[in-house]
């Protein structure tokens, strides 16, 4: 997303970037997440924290809001998040929270600082849910006027056609005259 959004959540003085927030969302198992240690950093928690609460609340985090990462699924985002220069060394297999687990995480943490990124975060996944529902906007467009643009195609190919034919109509070599010719006669 090209926004460069500033965000009202501070953790001390600083502001959150809505971009950063949007780097740390991945695709696992076809579900949009944020891993356990990103959130634990945006919340201003140590990862330890984050995960003993969680741990506490069990009952409010069923598998659709959260799971763990196996470690060939954790292999391969540290391979991946080292491609893009991020530093990402996994002692543990971290969680993986979808927009709801997210959501309860704030409930679980109860600080200040944990309901407002939450917030934000909550935020950044409605704006990427509403850009991937205007792209399959935009493929539908794209397909239905790919399917106009191939039937126009039939009809120009008939004019054209046509008009080939017209123009080697034309160009066709000149036709003997029959008749008396005066000039050969003489000779």
């Known amino acids: 997303m090209a926004e460069t959004q500033k965000t009202k959540v501070t953790r001390g003085s600083i502001l959150i ?6 780097r740390r969302i991945f ?33 409010r985090f069923p598998a659709d809001f959260m799971f763990q990462l ?33 959501a309860m995480l704030s409930a679980v943490l109860r600080s200040p600082t944990a309901v407002a990124v939450s917030i934000e975060i909550m935020r950044v996944f409605v704006r990427l849910r509403k850009l991937l529902s205007s792209h399959h906007q935009l493929r539908r467009k794209l397909d239905s006027l790919e399917r106009k643009l191939a039937e126009h195609d039939k009809h120009f190919a008939v004019v054209f056609d046509a008009i080939r034919q017209l123009m080697s109509d034309d160009e066709a070599p000149p036709k003997a005259r029959i008749g008396y010719d005066a000039e050969t006669r003489n000779q």
């Open 27 to 59: 695709l696992i198992r076809g579900q949009k997440v944020m891993l356990s240690g990103d959130l634990a950093e945006l919340y201003g928690v140590p990862a330890k924290q984050l995960n003993q609460a969680v741990a506490r609340n069990r009952e």
């Open 70 to 102: 196996s470690w060939a699924e954790a292999k391969e985002l540290r391979s991946q998040l080292v491609t893009l220069g991020s530093e990402a060394h996994f002692r543990f297999r971290p969680y993986a929270f979808t927009e709801e687990g997210v």
């Open 17 to 22: 970037p809505a971009a950063r927030i949007e």
